[in-house]
């Protein structure tokens, strides 16, 4: 990257006043296609630019569809100069909407200077159906067909369905609006590799469903150059309610350094289908699946940081590994800046750290679309330097303190609220901050490049060499109203990991303070009483609380129970009960296994109680998930167990049975999964890849 660009990284905070010559001028927009393309190509834009400031520039990608409102698909990023020209990242494309005449704009601008300035191309995109016949393609990932059908009318609905070749039950999209006079397109999912399926449009119009034209299509095989994982399948107990289990796997730790895709599988853990980025350098972290398909998930690529990568993206996918739409951490950093964040700027705009820096530098584990009108919440994480002996730190030196921000998008993907557990919004009558006197139970520090933690920014001469890991949060979960008499709007729950603790942040849809309700946990003394809940120990368990927990949401659109994934850091490192060096790797729920949990949460009387407790039969001393289905079993993902025999870990994908004596019990276990040195992040047991968990 060019010095230029660089030194901006660096003053990237300093608004400088533009002279009055400065203008940026947008002097190209390129297509690898001229228009008009079919539905379902892939279209290249690259636009570039000259700047009379200093720069350097950034390019914003959005995109009008036929009689709609403009969409934000790729927001601002860096471009790269030569010869006195700005050339911006390119926007790689591929419409699977509706035929007709779409505006491509592209934005450039100079976040130094201020200067911007736009502009507008038209691009036709033309229907693949002729007349009534529908037609099948194939896309880019050879488990995924595109469908396209002719029309259907106005107040119809529409969905495909596809069986394989020799059964006779068939798998269904999710049903769709019919949109005169435009065709309808659906990417189908959901299929065996090298296997036939017919493939039909279903409309329903007035509760009547009419078949379609019959067409075949067959898979091709996985391709060899990635590396899937090895499932194996323990059919006890299967439950054709829920026949998918989407996997989404990292490597921390361990000796193996392979790196697998997204991948669903049936019960028997046959895939049918994947997601891998198209970059082979890059990974991904599924946070969540969507409606109607696709995946939000952090991604690695290069952002306004440069020389930093890990998890600069955040990017919603479709089912064929198309980019649907992404923001950035240099976007947000400036967005949050625009909403006057004193901790939300960029880390590379500080060059010394002393006490009160504070910077975010990169999403992480977890981004829900729950929220209403579309808006989306993400989490960040937060360096801040405090004084020296901080947190106990006994190294004499300010001490950099990693936090969380919970940031809110509206449905163009923009910052619209964010929380800081440094600088909470508002006032109120709830408190605000966690005190920073908490100290994580078990202590954990990041270094500059520490498995498992955010790259780390403000470490470096005259900072102590490891950052306090304080909080690490790991779950999200939008809390609808009516709760807590509130009928105004929703709030946020969200799990901290490393203060074993489950926390309600005021957010009643953008209107609250931001305050801190609740939290819920072992570990909640010091915090004013009426955030303190009770636990109801109906196993007589000698350690009820869950600790250092993962994927925590309330079931039933909020009407519960909680579930949560125990994974029972803390639990198991306490000497005091006998669960440290004492414990076994089988045994009753008193060892050192790790728990599935369901809770009801009653917040009038402040009383937690335990619906289920389940000894998962193995450790994971990290992720892993929870989830109630609506045929009242549970699925858990146990996703980094030590194999005791072969060395490295494994994971467990178990739906287990919501009924039965009191006492915890395991089983059945639909899918086991000896992965070697692998590890799971999150699980999810789904009816079809079109039907994710509602928590």
Same mark, same amino acid.
């Given at each position: 990257?060019?010095?230029?660009?660089?030194?901006?990284?660096?003053?990237?905070?300093?608004?400088?006043?533009?002279?009055?010559?400065?203008?940026?001028?947008?002097?190209?927009?390129?297509?690898?296609?001229?228009?008009?393309?079919?539905?379902?190509?892939?279209?290249?834009?690259?636009?570039?630019?000259?700047?009379?400031?200093?720069?350097?520039?950034?390019?914003?990608?959005?995109?009008?569809?036929?009689?709609?409102?403009?969409?934000?698909?790729?927001?601002?990023?860096?471009?790269?100069?030569?010869?006195?020209?700005?050339?911006?990242?390119?926007?790689?494309?591929?419409?699977?909407?509706?035929?007709?005449?779409?505006?491509?704009?592209?934005?450039?601008?100079?976040?130094?200077?201020?200067?911007?300035?736009?502009?507008?191309? =038209?691009?036709?995109?033309?229907?693949?159906?002729?007349?009534?016949?529908?037609?099948?393609?194939?896309?880019?990932?050879?488990?995924?067909?595109?469908? =396209?059908?002719?029309?259907?009318?106005?107040?119809?609905?529409?969905?495909?369905?596809?069986?394989?070749?020799?059964?006779?039950?068939?798998?269904?999209?999710?049903?769709?609006?019919?949109?005169?006079?435009?065709?309808?397109?659906?990417?189908?999912?959901?299929?065996?590799?090298?296997?036939?399926?017919?493939?039909?449009?279903?409309?329903?119009?007035?509760?009547?469903?009419?078949?379609?034209?019959?067409?075949?299509?067959?898979?091709?095989?996985?391709?060899?150059?990635?590396?899937?994982?090895?499932?194996?399948?323990?059919?006890?107990?299967?439950?054709?309610?829920?026949?998918?289990?989407?996997?989404?796997?990292?490597?921390?730790?361990?000796?193996?350094?392979?790196?697998?895709?997204?991948?669903?599988?049936?019960?028997?853990?046959? @895939? @049918?289908?994947?997601?891998?980025?198209?970059?082979?350098?890059?990974?991904?972290?599924?946070?969540?699946?969507?409606?109607?398909?696709?995946?939000?998930?952090?991604?690695?690529?290069?952002?306004?940081?440069?020389?930093?990568?890990?998890?600069?993206?955040?990017?919603?996918?479709?089912?064929?590994?198309?980019?649907?739409?992404?923001?950035?951490?240099?976007?947000?950093?400036?967005?949050?800046?625009?909403?006057?964040?004193?901790?939300?700027?960029?880390?590379?705009?500080?060059?010394?750290?002393?006490?009160? =820096?504070?910077? @975010?530098?990169?999403?992480?584990?977890?981004?829900?679309?729950?929220?209403?009108?579309?808006?989306?919440?993400?989490?960040?994480?937060?360096?801040?330097?405090?004084?020296?002996?901080?947190?106990?730190?006994?190294?004499?030196?300010?001490?950099? @303190?990693?936090?969380?921000?919970?940031?809110?998008?509206?449905?163009?993907?923009?910052?619209?609220?964010?929380?800081?557990?440094?600088?909470?919004?508002?006032?109120?009558?709830?408190?605000?901050?966690?005190?920073?006197?908490?100290?994580?139970?078990?202590?954990?520090?990041?270094?500059?490049?520490?498995?498992?933690?955010?790259?780390?920014?403000?470490?470096?001469?005259?900072?102590?060499?490891?950052?306090?890991?304080?909080?690490?949060?790991?779950?999200?979960?939008?809390?609808?109203?009516?709760?807590?008499?509130?009928?105004?709007?929703?709030?946020?729950?969200?799990?901290?990991?490393?203060?074993?603790?489950?926390?309600?942040?005021?957010?009643?849809?953008?209107?609250?303070?931001?305050?801190?309700?609740?939290?819920?946990?072992?570990?909640?003394?010091?915090?004013?009483?009426?955030?303190?809940?009770?636990?109801?120990?109906?196993?007589?368990?000698?350690?009820?609380?869950?600790?250092?927990?993962?994927?925590?949401?309330?079931?039933?659109?909020?009407?519960?129970?909680?579930?949560?994934?125990?994974?029972?850091?803390?639990?198991?490192?306490?000497?005091?009960?006998?669960?440290?060096?004492?414990?076994?790797?089988?045994?009753?729920?008193?060892?050192?296994?790790?728990?599935?949990?369901?809770?009801?949460?009653?917040?009038?009387?402040?009383?937690?109680?335990?619906?289920?407790?389940?000894?998962?039969?193995?450790?994971?001393?990290?992720?892993?998930?929870?989830?109630?289905?609506?045929?009242?079993?549970?699925?858990?993902?146990?996703?980094?167990?030590?194999?005791?025999?072969?060395?490295?870990?494994?994971?467990?994908?178990?739906?287990?049975?919501?009924?039965?004596?009191?006492?915890?019990?395991?089983?059945?276990?639909?899918?086991?999964?000896?992965?070697?040195?692998?590890?799971?992040?999150?699980?999810?047991?789904?009816?079809?890849?079109?039907?994710?968990?509602?928590?």
């Amino acid at each position: 990257m060019p010095n230029k660009t660089l030194s901006f990284r660096i003053a990237l905070m300093v608004v400088l006043a533009a002279p009055g010559f400065a203008g940026v001028t947008l002097t190209a927009i390129k297509q690898s296609h001229a228009s008009p393309e079919p539905i379902g190509k892939t279209i290249t834009f690259t636009a570039t630019a000259t700047d009379t400031s200093a720069g350097p520039v950034a390019f914003q990608y959005n995109i009008t569809p036929p009689n709609g409102s403009q969409l934000m698909i790729k927001d601002f990023n860096l471009g790269t100069l030569s010869g006195g020209t700005w050339t911006a990242p390119s926007f790689v494309w591929v419409p699977v909407g509706v035929e007709g005449t779409y505006q491509i704009e592209v934005v450039a601008k100079d976040f130094i200077s201020g200067q911007s300035t736009s502009k507008t191309v =038209s691009y036709v995109v033309n229907a693949v159906v002729k007349g009534s016949t529908p037609v099948v393609e194939k896309t880019s990932n050879p488990l995924v067909a595109l469908f =396209s059908a002719p029309s259907c009318a106005a107040g119809s609905l529409m969905r495909v369905a596809y069986v394989e070749s020799g059964k006779t039950q068939p798998s269904v999209t999710n049903w769709v609006g019919c949109h005169p006079p435009a065709t309808m397109t659906f990417e189908v999912a959901g299929m065996y590799p090298s296997s036939t399926y017919t493939m039909y449009a279903q409309t329903k119009t007035n509760g009547t469903i009419t078949n379609g034209t019959s067409l075949s299509f067959t898979t091709a095989a996985l391709p060899t150059g990635i590396t899937f994982p090895i499932f194996t399948p323990t059919p006890a107990g299967t439950d054709t309610t829920y026949p998918v289990v989407l996997h989404n796997f990292i490597t921390f730790s361990g000796t193996s350094t392979t790196e697998y895709p997204d991948v669903a599988t049936d019960l028997d853990g046959n @895939i @049918i289908w994947y997601y891998s980025p198209n970059d082979s350098t890059n990974s991904d972290v599924l946070t969540r699946p969507l409606v109607g398909g696709g995946e939000l998930t952090f991604q690695d690529d290069i952002a306004w940081a440069g020389n930093v990568t890990q998890e600069q993206f955040l990017r919603q996918i479709d089912l064929a590994g198309n980019v649907v739409r992404e923001t950035n951490m240099g976007a947000v950093q400036q967005e949050l800046l625009a909403l006057g964040s004193k901790d939300g700027g960029p880390c590379t705009a500080i060059t010394h750290p002393t006490v009160g =820096s504070a910077c @975010i530098g990169a999403f992480h584990h977890d981004a829900i679309q729950t929220l209403p009108n579309g808006y989306m919440a993400a989490l960040v994480d937060l360096e801040k330097i405090f004084p020296a002996g901080t947190q106990g730190d006994t190294t004499g030196l300010p001490v950099d @303190i990693i936090g969380d921000m919970i940031l809110v998008f509206n449905s163009n993907w923009q910052v619209v609220w964010y929380w800081d557990v440094f600088n909470p919004n508002g006032g109120g009558t709830g408190y605000a901050p966690l005190p920073i006197t908490r100290t994580a139970p078990l202590k954990e520090t990041c270094g500059t490049s520490t498995a498992g933690c955010p790259p780390m920014f403000l470490l470096g001469t005259g900072i102590a060499p490891l950052a306090h890991d304080w909080l690490h949060a790991n779950s999200l979960y939008y809390w609808p109203a009516p709760q807590d008499g509130n009928t105004t709007g929703g709030d946020i729950i969200w799990s901290s990991r490393h203060q074993d603790l489950v926390l309600k942040v005021d957010y009643k849809d953008g209107s609250g303070t931001g305050n801190i309700l609740w939290t819920m946990g072992a570990t909640d003394d010091g915090l004013q009483p009426a955030s303190k809940f009770t636990f109801v120990n109906t196993y007589n368990d000698p350690w009820p609380w869950f600790s250092h927990q993962h994927d925590v949401g309330m079931e039933n659109a909020g009407a519960g129970p909680l579930t949560v994934f125990d994974n029972g850091d803390t639990r198991v490192s306490s000497a005091p009960l006998g669960l440290g060096t004492n414990c076994h790797p089988t045994g009753g729920v008193n060892d050192c296994d790790s728990r599935g949990m369901a809770l009801t949460v009653d917040e009038s009387t402040m009383m937690v109680t335990p619906v289920v407790s389940y000894d998962l039969g193995g450790y994971s001393t990290a992720m892993g998930s929870a989830q109630l289905l609506s045929n009242g079993n549970y699925f858990f993902e146990n996703p980094i167990v030590v194999n005791l025999t072969k060395g490295g870990t494994f994971g467990y994908s178990m739906e287990i049975s919501g009924t039965g004596p009191p006492a915890p019990q395991v089983g059945p276990a639909d899918v086991i999964m000896d992965l070697g040195a692998s590890q799971h992040y999150r699980g999810f047991q789904m009816q079809s890849l079109y039907n994710p968990p509602t928590t």
